[in-house]
Each structure stands twice: as C-alpha cells, then as structure tokens.
C-alpha cells in the first residue's frame, strides 16, 4: 500500500500568524495519525514562518509512525536534524521569497556536496529523500549522491490543464519508472489533491505520497481527522 505522509506545516501558518499558541501541530499530528496516515512531514525554514524547533522535538518525542523533516542544506538546519535524528530527511531547495517550494532541488549541479550531506545523515541513521523535477538527470545524479528515496515534484502537473496536464502527467510516470529501475524508493508530492490523486496513484509502486496543503484547507471545513481519513480512503480504493 502506498503510504500517506500528511504535511502539518500550514497548522503552524496559522498559529504564527498571531504568534500564539493555538492551533498546535504536536496536538494536530497526533489526529493525523489517528486517521490513518503513516507519516507526518514538517519543513523547518530557515525563517521559520512556519515549523519551529519546538514543534520538531515536540513531535520527534510524540508521534508513533514516522517523521519526515524537509530541510534546506544549510549549516544550522544540517545540524538540527542531526541533533534530533527525525526519521527521514527530505532535501529541499528553499528561497526565502517563495510562497511555497517552487520546484526540485538540483542535485545535477553539484553532486559531490549533496554526496557529502547525504553521508553525514545516513551515518547518523536518517533516511534520505530528495525532492526533485521529473528529470531523468536529476534522478540519476540523486542516486550518484547516495539517496534511497526521490520525491518526484508534482507540482507542474497539479496546475497543468488541458493538453498540458497529460504532457506533466506524463513526464512523472517515465521519471518515476526511470527512478524505480534504479532500485530507488519513488514517492511524490506537491500540489496532490482529492481530485488528481488518482492519476498519480497508477504508479502502483509509490512508496510514499506527501500532501499538505489540500488536506489542511479541507480540515477547516470537515475537521483534520475527516479530511486525512478520506484521503487515505482513496489511496487504498485506487491502489
């Protein structure tokens, strides 16, 4: 079964926003995995909009599935993850302007550095994914590096339509079957929803979905333990 790691980053937009305690992602999390999730995803920025190092050691010491943190690779967020040993380290690029991580990370650039930041978290036991564009290029150089997970970004299928959006489509499935033939661990993510997710679900050998951003805007209405449990009731009536 394709499994469902939830991202509760938007809880803490919310309680940020006022700089207050309410609402707390440590107490979302926890109705998150009641519903039925198998991970829970958190992205500590460098500017920390959202995610706080609380929430992380918080969560790190309270969740029974698994924890997945998103990280740049800088020096002090390195450092963090290694101080809490969360159990899986997705690399992500990260701007301070964007709104929302704006697509993969290029690990075709500079291969020998994210080699040396990959062995650092392996050897500390953490799981690593990277987050990257359904690129062949980006694929191999991730396995060159030493990852055992690549998160294919979804994000240009999900704002696709028309034509455009079997074309993106399209360009997911070949990377991830690219990726697959490797012996990598596929997940994907970024802009799935209720409606799109099955189209990603035919790659029946995901390991991994992450959605966030869908799941918490339907939480506002319906509840977060309703929203998750749909969601996770879709995985398993599509795959």
Request: charged share 30%; net charge negative; aromatic share 6%.
């Amino acid at each position: 079964m394709v499994k469902l790691g939830v991202n509760i980053d938007h809880v803490a937009t919310v309680r940020q926003a006022r700089l207050s305690k309410e609402p707390d992602p440590v107490r979302c999390a926890v109705l998150v995995e009641l519903a039925g999730a198998d991970g829970i995803t958190i992205h500590l920025r460098e500017d920390r909009r959202h995610i706080q190092e609380r929430d992380l050691m918080l969560l790190k010491n309270t969740i029974k599935t698994r924890l997945n943190l998103e990280m740049a690779c800088s020096e002090e967020i390195i450092n963090i993850a290694l101080k809490y040993k969360p159990d899986m380290c997705s690399l992500v690029p990260e701007k301070r302007e964007e709104l929302t991580t704006e697509g993969g990370l290029d690990v075709a650039g500079n291969v020998e550095f994210y080699r040396r930041v990959i062995e650092k978290l392996k050897n500390s036991g953490i799981r690593v994914s990277t987050f990257i564009d359904a690129d062949k290029k980006q694929i191999e150089a991730s396995y060159r590096a030493g990852s055992e997970v690549v998160e294919i970004h979804t994000g240009h299928f999900a704002d696709a339509v028309g034509e455009q959006k079997q074309i993106e489509l399209k360009r997911v499935i070949e990377a991830a079957n690219y990726a697959k033939d490797l012996g990598l661990l596929v997940s994907a993510g970024h802009g799935l929803d209720y409606n799109n997710i099955k189209e990603i679900l035919d790659l029946k050998f995901l390991y991994e979905v992450n959605i966030g951003h869908s799941i918490i805007a339907r939480s506002i209405y319906v509840g977060i333990y309703d929203a998750v449990k749909t969601m996770r009731e879709l995985i398993e009536k599509y795959v």
